[in-house]
């Protein structure tokens, strides 16, 4: 099985920077995604790591230590619009495996 | 390309009552997949498909059933509504190629608008 734990609520400043943690415990690992969900419409996929390390895309970094079972998701130079939800999902291992297991998500309001 | 498309938006629907929850992406996508998503609760699989004519259980099935009779369909079913039905019911879809082992972003998935269900 797999358990995922994320923040419920955050509360960031505009054009500040804020980390969104993760961890999870599962019986196996084959990557972790973060997505973006915007009140009231459908998650958009933000980033996937599978190795240990920083991946770095414009504005949003995620980081993952299969060590450790962690990962964060880096939000620089916050614009209001980046208030949301972000939902860390794990991927089981198996090679015919793609189906996701979605933490509870994490609620980023960003203030003036 | 519309992406993923549900249909309806919204529906109250009386306990008891049946109905069917449209899915149809024009992406050629080979997997499909149901979610529901409770306030609070993050998003549980209900079922999924890996290709025309399979499916399988997720988390959550238990009332619940569905078909794949194409690529591009994959509509849910509810045989009778239950209150503990409520939720928004979101579809989503990728693409993974045949013989794939893992990799990087095989399994982004693609969600469509979603569709708020009552049952009261």
């Known amino acids: 099985g797999q358990n995922i734990d994320q923040p419920t609520e955050m509360t960031a400043t505009e054009g500040a920077i804020v980390q969104i943690n993760c961890t999870y415990q599962t019986s196996g690992f084959n990557g972790l995604f973060w997505y973006q969900q915007h009140a009231g419409e459908a998650p958009t996929f933000l980033s996937y790591?599978?190795?240990?390390g920083l991946e770095e895309k414009g504005r949003f970094s995620s980081f993952l230590s299969r060590s450790k079972g962690y990962s964060y998701l880096l939000l620089k130079e916050l614009q209001m619009k980046d208030s949301a939800s972000y939902l860390c999902a794990v991927r089981p291992p198996g090679a015919g495996s793609y189906q996701l297991t979605f933490g509870k998500g994490t609620k980023l309001s960003v203030i003036p | 390309n519309a992406g993923v498309t549900q249909t309806p938006k919204f529906r109250i629907l009386k306990i008891g009552q049946s109905m069917t929850l449209q899915c149809t992406q024009d992406m050629n996508h080979n997997y499909m997949y149901w979610y529901r998503q409770d306030p609070g609760m993050g998003l549980k699989l209900i079922y999924y498909?890996?290709?025309?004519?399979?499916?399988d259980k997720g988390e959550v099935p238990n009332g619940y059933n569905v078909s794949r009779s194409t690529t591009e369909d994959f509509p849910l079913r509810l045989e009778l509504a239950a209150p503990s039905q409520t939720s928004v019911y979101f579809c989503a879809s990728s693409y993974i190629p045949a013989g794939h082992r893992g990799g990087r972003s095989y399994n982004e998935q693609f969600f469509g608008p979603g569709t708020r269900l009552t049952v009261l």
């Open positions: 790591n599978v190795l240990d």
């Open positions: 498909s890996v290709g025309a004519g399979i499916t």
